[in-house]
């Protein structure tokens, strides 16, 4: 049985009837723009897989499945309005089963479930088209990683809304590092799916009509963890999206990755929780109450506007669209349909707000987001929220020398060390960009400004000195090489670099 960290994952399957739910009943309104939608399967030669269903050994390189869902312009007579089932045909590919016969589709996958209204699901239509031409502009991107184990589509309802509303979605399915299973939420599996957000990263430069400089990660559950980690490596990245983010749940596993770093989670962060977990729910599923309460993440972020809403009509399964049209309920904490469907509305909405706000700089929407759920007249019966700006992030002493092009640095310096008595210069990393410079075409100035500064810090430095004098001595300053090294020698007279050298000059 697995671990208690992976409590989180499986906790909201438990239940006994089915719900009474539809694409119709969610009633999301469209956008101005058509729905493209595409799928196919890229590669990524730099890792191994095995597809343990083919039933032999064989590593092949690592397939990387990718759904992506478009503003588009609907002008070929060949494009074809999906359904519902041509979603979950995806998910037997991802799932390694695509020959399973359809007829056994809701039977074979847990999270489904074969009850007439799914049966129904099944023919319903969606917003999204086949065979579509990405329509041109210049649209933000949303980098979605789904939960844990779960498939790039699990979350299509708010993936086409967002689409018809001049977002490109790319998404890709969780999987594991060897194979399709993932170890059980551990930081190898946060760090496997991260690589293949980085994957979708890169990807999505292939594609014409996108805004490069307009990028957020959006993720569900094990996937928000995952995207908070992939903040943490990845420049460019403008927002961040959590739809009940397992960051919140499990936050040892983000510390145990090499790249946890939270001075560089500094962008904007919207997390979106569920409701708070009855007693006997906690008691029964040996769930820690802690999971109600505690924030570590978000009490730790510093550099960052924050937004924590929690939404109190939603429990963890109904944050995807696969589980408000398809999951099981769970009656001892789950409210009705058609409150788990008016939050759903209300979720994407929200999501659509944010990203509005941050990647469209959108007036309006920095309002919505600004304000509180009754301000924006939802009852915080339904919504409750806190937020907290980000402090001003301390200046790094290199970026303000860069910044005046490695002039004036001891007064720089003196200005800086009043400022910040803690500030603390590596005679090392001084003295590696300096050498940098100095051997740089053109910086060789500022390559001995640099020592220069180093040589006031730390005046006992033979190193240090014998760095400068090289400096001089490249930039044919022979009277200011010969001063350095003598003085690297007073320091160290066993420097037989600068006797060397002093011999060469002094010929």
């Given at each position: 049985m697995r671990t208690t960290a992976l409590v989180i994952f499986i906790f909201f399957q438990i239940g006994s009837i089915k719900g009474q739910t539809s694409l119709d009943n969610i009633n999301l309104k469209k956008g101005a723009y058509n729905v493209g939608f595409k799928h196919y399967v890229a590669i990524d030669s730099t890792r191994t897989y095995q597809v343990k269903n083919d039933f032999n050994n064989k590593l092949v390189f690592r397939p990387i499945p990718i759904s992506i869902w478009y503003p588009a312009v609907i002008k070929n007579k060949n494009s074809k309005q999906l359904k519902v089932l041509d979603y979950l045909e995806i998910l037997k590919e991802e799932e390694e089963s695509k020959n399973l016969p359809n007829e056994l589709l809701l039977d074979w996958f847990p999270e489904l479930g074969n009850t007439p209204q799914n049966r129904n699901h099944l023919t319903e239509k969606v917003n999204a088209f086949t065979n579509?031409?990405?329509?041109?502009?210049?649209?933000?991107?949303?980098?979605?990683?789904?939960?844990?184990?779960?498939?790039?589509?699990e979350n299509f309802v708010l993936f086409e809304y967002l689409a018809s509303n001049g977002f490109v979605v790319i998404s890709s399915p969780s999987r594991g590092t060897e194979t399709r299973w993932l170890e059980g939420g551990t930081t190898k599996d946060m760090e496997t799916q991260s690589r293949d957000v980085e994957f979708l990263l890169k990807e999505i430069h292939k594609y014409e009509y996108i805004d490069s400089d307009s990028i957020a990660l959006m993720g569900f559950s094990f996937g928000g963890l995952v995207n908070?980690?992939?903040?943490?490596?990845?420049?460019?990245?403008?927002?961040?999206?959590?739809?009940?983010?397992?960051?919140?749940?499990?936050?040892?596993?983000l510390e145990k990755s090499p790249y946890f770093n939270l001075d560089r989670f500094d962008i904007p962060y919207i997390h979106f929780a569920q409701k708070d977990i009855p007693e006997e729910v906690l008691t029964s599923d040996k769930i820690p109450a802690a999971l109600n309460y505690k924030f570590q993440l978000y009490d730790s972020l510093k550099y960052s506007n924050v937004y924590s809403y929690k939404f109190h009509d939603l429990t963890h399964s109904y944050f995807g669209s696969i589980g408000v049209l398809f999951s099981y309920r769970d009656q001892r904490q789950d409210k009705s349909d058609d409150k788990i469907m008016a939050s759903y509305k209300l979720l994407s909405e929200h999501t659509l707000g944010f990203l509005n706000a941050i990647l469209k700089n959108q007036e309006n929407a920095k309002k919505f987001i600004e304000n509180s759920p009754d301000k924006n007249g939802i009852s915080e019966n339904l919504i409750s929220k806190k937020m907290k700006k980000?402090?001003?992030?301390?200046p790094d002493f290199y970026d303000l020398a860069l910044n005046q092009g490695y002039l004036d640095l001891i007064p720089l310096y003196q200005k800086e060390i009043a400022r910040n008595p803690t500030l603390k210069l590596e005679e090392a990393m001084?003295?590696?960009?300096?050498?940098?410079?100095?051997?740089?075409?053109?910086?060789?100035?500022?390559?001995?400004?640099?020592?220069?500064?180093?040589?006031?810090?730390?005046?006992?430095?033979?190193n240090l000195y014998d760095s400068l004098a090289l400096a001089y001595f490249y930039n044919k300053d022979t009277e200011n090489a010969i001063a350095n090294f003598k003085k690297s020698l007073e320091l160290d007279p066993s420097n037989q670099h600068a006797i060397d050298r002093l011999k060469e000059l002094e010929k």
């Open positions: 579509t031409n990405f329509l041109e502009g210049n649209f933000p991107v949303v980098v979605y990683a789904p939960s844990y184990q779960a498939s790039s589509i908070a980690i992939t903040v943490m490596k990845n420049q460019g990245i403008s927002a961040i999206v959590s739809l009940d983010g397992t960051e919140r749940y499990n936050y040892p596993v980000s402090v001003t992030k301390e001084l003295n590696n960009l300096g050498l940098r410079l100095s051997f740089n075409a053109g910086k060789m100035d500022k390559g001995i400004n640099v020592f220069l500064l180093a040589v006031h810090i730390y005046p006992n430095s033979a």
